[in-house]
């Protein structure tokens, strides 16, 4: 089977500097029982369904184009759906996360509520945020964290604090004034701001910080699993497809011998994963992990095309980007995002929504998961050292509906919150529950 190419992940890090940034009120308004509520503040988020897919990625790229115009201004336009599909996608990330958007003539407002587990204070933590209309600069409404009041000019020195925090004094000070004016008319909000032409550059010494802290892998032993990978691939022909059982299970046997040795059976899988996320899954993550191809390992090639599962290039990728950014965030987000994909494709007249693609998505959480417990890290690591199929780490994936466009994924399993599309998923778990590395 043919696949199309399919475009790499990407890590939420906005999110991430979200929840960071929601994190700071917390932490200065004190205890639990503060903050916590009874009631929450929002019931359901809307439903990530291909409108809000569609909605978000559309607006999220057009901000990026503009973000790196030459222009000495743009503008951009969020209408109150747009925002809520963002949201949907967010929330949809984070269990036990609900929000909203509401837009109004005197303010734009964000709305989360967070379901706590059982505590004897509080059920939810509600949280309210907003931009109200100004002629010049950002204006933030008061910030609510519960019956907490937090003025909008202190939210505003917040954010500046962590930005300041993760970049240079300059370059968080033109962040914060790139905003030029913001007007709201009915349920849209218009911004007008500086282009910021060198954001990522000034974000990436951060976003490789936070990668290699969550990474938790020393750069030495890293670079040995990486360079055993690359003196294996020169054991293979490029030219024809080879199972990446060839990788992995040569991979995880060296991984073995040093466990048995009396090395840490979860930090010598977290640099195995890691490499095998670099080489297998996407070249995007070096970038973020550290630069490996230098010196005698300058020759690796980048892109192993021909290393399948299930016969497919794509179902590699996917369950080492999948496994990587488990290790880098966390499996609801992991998983999140490939979901967002692939409801996003059912726009596409070629292609759409494929079950065998978020069933590979699960197979690299799971796998992950797996490798990294302390009560289950040497059994799969011995499973994965011993395998000689696909079949002990890796489901059938052949008869599961795949390239379902809009119209028939929402006939065949009406959205992400529909019954049938949980029995599909609860169909995948079942198949990996039954995988030798999962049991």
């Excluded at 929840?19 to 809307?46: K, N």
């Excluded at 240079?168 to 009915?186: F, H, R, T």
């Excluded at 726009?347 to 797996?370: M, T």
Aim: hydrophobic letters at 45%; charged letters at 25%; a positive charge.
């Amino acid at each position: 089977m043919v696949k199309r190419k399919k475009k790499g992940f990407r890590f939420p890090f906005g999110l991430l500097f979200l929840l960071l940034f929601l994190a700071i009120p917390l932490l200065m308004l004190g205890s639990l029982s503060s903050i916590s509520e009874d009631l929450p503040l929002v019931g359901e988020t809307q439903r990530m369904n291909t409108d809000a897919a569609v909605r978000a990625k559309t607006k999220l790229s057009d901000l990026r184009k503009k973000l790196k115009s030459e222009a000495q201004t743009e503008t951009i336009v969020l209408s109150e759906k747009d925002l809520n599909g963002m949201v949907a996608v967010a929330a949809r990330a984070i269990h036990r996360l609900h929000g909203e958007a509401h837009v109004t003539p005197v303010e734009a407002q964000l709305r989360f509520t967070l379901d706590l587990p059982e505590n004897p204070f509080g059920r939810f933590i509600n949280i309210q945020a907003g931009v109200v209309p100004s002629d010049y600069g950002l204006h933030l409404a008061p910030v609510y964290v519960g019956q907490s009041e937090i003025p909008g000019p202190l939210a505003l020195k917040l954010v500046e604090t962590l930005l300041q925090a993760m970049m240079k004094d300059e370059q968080s000070s033109a962040i914060l004034q790139a905003i030029q004016s913001v007007d709201i008319q009915g349920d849209r909000v218009t911004a007008v701001f500086q282009p910021l032409p060198n954001l990522k550059q000034w974000l990436k010494p951060t976003f490789r910080q936070v990668a290699q802290q969550r990474a938790g892998v020393s750069p030495e032993r890293l670079r040995f699993y990486f360079a055993k990978l690359c003196e294996l691939d020169q054991l293979y022909p490029h030219a024809i497809d080879t199972s990446a059982t060839a990788y992995i299970a040569p991979l995880f046997e060296i991984a073995n011998k040093r466990t048995a040795a009396g090395a840490s059976a979860v930090k010598e899988n977290r640099a195995a994963l890691q490499a095998l996320g670099i080489f297998l899954g996407s070249p995007r993550f070096e970038r973020a992990l550290g630069h490996y191809r230098t010196g005698e390992l300058a020759e690796c090639r980048e892109r192993s095309k021909n290393v399948v599962l299930a016969g497919r290039h794509d179902m590699v990728q996917h369950v080492f980007i999948s496994s990587t950014m488990q290790m880098l965030g966390d499996s609801e987000i992991s998983f999140a995002i490939g979901e967002f994909k692939e409801i996003y494709d059912t726009r596409g007249k070629d292609y759409g929504l494929s079950f065998s693609d978020i069933a590979a998505n699960r197979a690299g959480v799971r796998l992950a998961e797996q490798l990294l417990n302390p009560a289950s890290a040497a059994r799969a690591q011995a499973v994965l050292a011993r395998a000689e199929q696909e079949a002990a780490f890796f489901l059938k994936v052949s008869d599961l509906p795949d390239e379902m466009p809009q119209r028939e994924f929402e006939r065949r399993f009406g959205s992400v919150d529909d019954p049938r599309y949980h029995a599909m998923l609860k169909k995948i778990d079942e198949r990996l529950d039954r995988l030798p590395a999962f049991q």
